[in-house]
């Protein structure tokens, strides 16, 4: 069974910065992707990124491009969400994915 634990989300202004953090366990990740997604109030859960496991190969949706960078530690079998230059539509709840098992999700809170 695999268990991930999102942290990290709160309220930050526009311009701001968080760093999200999924801490990943039970079982081995050295294949297959991790991914952040997020869901706004009243809007379907959206891909934000990915991250290929075993090479560090990524993926960004056009709308954190340049902005939002996706990492991974793998001695900690963890995966990063570094998120600069927030956004008021970046506003929702932040879902780590690892095939089809999910977190429980953060909330992120940008303010204008």
């Known amino acids: 069974q695999v268990q991930l634990v999102e942290s990290g989300g709160g309220l930050v202004q526009a311009g701001g910065s968080l760093r999200l953090s999924c801490a990943a366990s039970g079982r081995s990740f050295s294949t297959y992707y991790m991914a952040w997604f997020r869901q706004a109030p009243g809007k379907e859960r959206e891909f934000v990124a990915n991250?290929?496991?075993?090479?560090?190969?990524?993926l960004y949706a056009d709308s954190v491009k340049g902005r939002f960078t996706i990492s991974r530690d793998n001695a900690k079998n963890t995966v990063y969400l570094q998120m600069n230059s927030l956004k008021p539509e970046d506003t929702g709840v932040y879902y780590c994915?690892?095939?089809?098992?999910w977190g429980q999700g953060t909330q992120v809170t940008v303010s204008s």
């Open positions: 991250i290929r496991w075993r090479d560090g190969i990524t």
């Open positions: 994915n690892y095939g089809n098992n």
